[in-house]
């Protein structure tokens, strides 16, 4: 199944991949040189949402939160969207920006084991 973007997604993914911050750009460098051949998408459209990243194959999405995901109603937004998207069968993975910044290593260790877990089990 293919995962797709309405209009004002896209719009708003590629504003997005113009102000990628530096935990998200530190992420996407090591997801892009990754050793299993894995591909992976940045500031991904997703039905009314943008994902911070998402590998299709294995329909899995990786969301870099900052501090502002817990606070006011974001916690419940986030929520929202992570229902959706596990209706669309989509996984998702979240990770502290601070931990991307200083554990970077294991946080793509993570991703690429679950990634290479889901892309398997779809592919069969």
């Not at 530096?22 to 500031?43: D, T, V, Y």
């Not at 937004?77 to 596990?86: Q, S």
């Not at 793509?108 to 290479?116: D, L, S």
């Amino acid at each position: 199944m293919r995962l797709e973007g309405s209009g004002n997604g896209r719009r708003n993914a590629r504003r997005l991949r113009k102000e990628m911050t530096p935990p998200e750009i530190g992420l996407w460098l090591a997801l892009r040189r990754n050793e299993m051949g894995l591909r992976f998408r940045r500031q991904h459209s997703a039905g009314g949402y943008v994902l911070d990243f998402y590998c299709a194959p294995a329909m899995l999405a990786i969301e870099v939160d900052g501090e502002v995901h817990a606070r006011g109603d974001r916690p419940a937004r986030d929520a929202v969207r992570d229902a959706w998207l596990a209706s669309q069968e989509v996984r998702v993975l979240r990770y502290p920006a601070k931990e991307v910044l200083t554990n970077l290593e294991g946080v793509v260790r993570q991703i690429i084991a679950v990634a290479i877990e889901r892309r398997d089990r779809f592919e069969n």
